[in-house]
Nanobody, 124 residues
Framework: QVQLVQSGGGLVQTGGSLRLDCGVSRRTFYNYNMGWFRQGPGKEREFVAAITWHGISTDYSESVKGRFTISRANAKNTVFLQMNSLKPEDTAVYYC?????????????????WGQGTQVTVST
């Protein structure tokens, strides 16, 4: 397991942008595929985006494709989620997760390393 520390998020109006960062406290960060998940009010946690350990492949849920971008900086042990054109339905607590298996979109219930969660609120 690795320790994940999230930053970013907050309150933004519809159409605005936010960036989430997730720092990984392990020198073997490059061994881990990284992903973002979210849990909206009264909803189950759902997949948002993921990136492979080498950064070559990405995966997005249909609801965020074209608006969100996941990237990583292995030299900084950090993964990012740039969120543009935000909508009220994007309001949720966002979690980053790390796993050595792929695809992450199918590993929502088996990922063992999670960040602490970050609130993103999009107002109308």
């Amino acid at each position: 397991q690795v320790q994940l520390v999230q930053s970013g998020g907050g309150l933004v109006q519809t159409g605005g942008s936010l960036r989430l960062d997730c720092g990984v406290s392990r020198r073997t960060f490059y061994n881990y595929n990284m992903g973002w998940f979210r849990q909206g009010p009264g909803k189950e946690r759902e997949f948002v985006a993921a990136i492979t350990w080498h950064g070559i492949s990405t995966d997005y849920s249909e609801s965020v494709k074209g608006r969100f971008t996941i990237s990583r900086a292995n030299a900084k042990n950090t993964v990012f989620l740039q969120m543009n054109s935000l909508k009220p339905e994007d309001t949720a607590v966002y979690y980053c997760g790390a796993d050595q298996l792929w695809p992450l979109r199918t590993r929502n219930t088996t990922i063992r390393s999670w960040g602490q969660g970050t609130q993103v609120t999009v107002s109308t």
